[in-house]
C-alpha cells in the first residue's frame, strides 16, 4: 500500500527567509502525481503546487518550488521570501490512477510558523 | 471561496446516532471526494464519487455510506456514531483530468460526537 511521510511535526521560519518541508512516500507504482496542500487557520484546503511522476523537472509556482527525487522517493517543498500569510498546516498528497479511479493519499502535515 | 459548499458547518450529537452531511460541488464538477480529519492529523481519503457512480473506496467504515445524486450534489451518511468519529469531514470537488485535476475543497463540516 502506498504511504506518505512527513517527518516534521513543526518548522519555524524567519521572515523573508527560505525553509523546506520534506516528504517521503512509498509506491511500487511508475505513474503517479503529489500534490502539497496549504490549510491556514480556516481550514479551508488549498492546492500550492502539483508535480506528475515521469516529468523530471521540478514544479514551480512564483515563491514555491519542489525538489522531486524519484529515485529516493522524495518530494519536497521550499518556500523562498517567507510571508506571515504563509503560516499554515502543510499537507504532502500522492495520488495515483489504477484503472481510472483516483485515490489521494495525505501525509499528517507539518505546522509552518512564520516568525516576524 | 472555492464555490464548494458543505453543511451544516459545525454538527454535534451523540454516540449512536446518525447523521447526514451534505455537500454541493461547483458548477459544472462532475466529481465529488469525502474526506476525514480528525484531530492534527492528515486527510483520510473516504470515498469519491463521479456523475452519480461510485469511482473509488478509500478507508470508509461500513457504518458510514455516501451517494451522489442526480443534481451532483452528495450525501455522505454517519451511523451507530462513536466518540472517534469526530473530526472534520471535507467535501472536494474536481475538474479536469489527469495532473491537470483539481481539488476545490469545501470549508468541512465539524462534526462532535458526545
Known amino acids: 500500500a502506498q504511504t506518505v511521510t512527513q517527518s516534521q511535526p513543526e518548522m519555524s521560519v524567519q521572515e523573508a527567509e527560505t525553509v523546506t518541508l520534506s516528504c517521503t512516500y512509498d509506491t511500487s507504482e511508475s505513474d503517479y502525481y503529489l500534490f502539497w496542500y496549504k490549510q491556514p487557520p480556516s481550514r479551508q484546503m488549498i492546492l500550492v503546487i502539483r508535480?506528475?511522476?515521469?516529468?523530471?523537472q521540478n514544479a514551480t509556482e512564483n515563491r514555491f518550488s519542489v525538489n522531486f527525487q524519484k529515485a529516493a522517493k522524495s518530494f519536497s517543498l521550499k518556500i523562498s521570501d517567507s510571508q506571515l500569510g504563509d503560516a499554515a498546516m502543510y499537507f504532502c498528497a500522492y495520488r495515483s490512477d489504477p484503472s481510472g479511479t483516483y485515490k489521494y493519499i495525505f501525509g499528517t502535515g507539518t505546522r509552518l510558523k512564520v516568525l516576524a | 471561496d472555492s464555490g464548494v459548499t458543505q453543511t451544516p458547518k459545525h454538527l454535534i450529537t451523540a454516540t449512536g446516532q446518525r447523521v447526514t452531511l451534505r455537500c454541493s460541488p461547483r458548477s459544472g464538477d462532475l466529481s465529488v471526494y469525502w474526506y476525514q480529519q480528525s484531530l492534527d492529523q492528515g486527510l483520510q481519503f473516504l470515498i469519491q464519487y463521479y456523475n452519480g457512480e461510485e469511482r473509488a473506496k478509500g478507508n470508509i467504515l461500513e457504518r458510514f455510506s455516501a451517494q451522489q445524486f442526480p443534481d451532483l450534489h452528495s450525501e455522505l451518511n454517519l451511523s451507530s456514531l462513536e466518540l472517534g468519529d469526530s473530526a472534520l469531514y471535507f467535501c472536494?470537488?474536481?475538474?479536469?483530468?489527469?495532473?491537470?485535476?483539481?481539488?476545490?475543497f469545501g470549508p468541512g463540516t465539524r462534526l462532535l460526537v458526545l
Open positions: 508535480q506528475e511522476a515521469y516529468k523530471q
Open positions: 472536494a470537488s474536481s475538474v479536469g483530468q489527469g495532473i491537470q485535476e483539481t481539488q476545490y
